[in-house]
């Protein structure tokens, strides 16, 4: 079974960037969509963004115009580049894989989770 590991996070300043990673120990080829979920402290776990091998990406509101997530099947990796971070954007980040819609993934292997911090 492919097991995914996010690093990347950390803390970083309101207006800040930070680029997440999810290395695969195996061939992402097979995973229909990918995505990337957070969890803010003491809340749930909600999708940020998602994507396809091809077509366009899927955003939260939330993130949209300032998140860009991105896979490269070739390097079994995705990845979330995270712009114009704000205190908000502090959660545990995971990446996730599976098959669903690019709005509505249905993960069946998760990755760890990477903590970002948003400093104010």
């Known amino acids: 079974q492919v097991q995914l590991v996010e690093s990347g996070g950390g803390l970083v300043q309101t207006g800040g960037s930070l680029r997440l990673s999810c290395a695969a120990s195996?061939?992402?080829?097979?995973?229909?969509?990918m995505a990337w979920y957070r969890q803010p402290p003491g809340k749930e776990r909600d999708l940020v963004a998602a994507r396809r091998s091809g077509g366009s990406p899927y955003y939260a509101d939330s993130v949209k115009g300032r998140f860009l997530i991105s896979r490269d099947n070739a390097k079994n990796t995705l990845y979330l580049q995270m712009n114009s971070l704000k205190p908000e954007d502090t959660a545990m980040y995971y990446c996730a894989a599976g098959p669903g819609t690019i709005q509505a993934p249905i993960p069946h292997t998760w990755g760890q989770g990477t903590q970002v911090n948003v400093s104010s």
């Open positions: 195996g061939s992402i080829v097979s995973f229909d969509i």
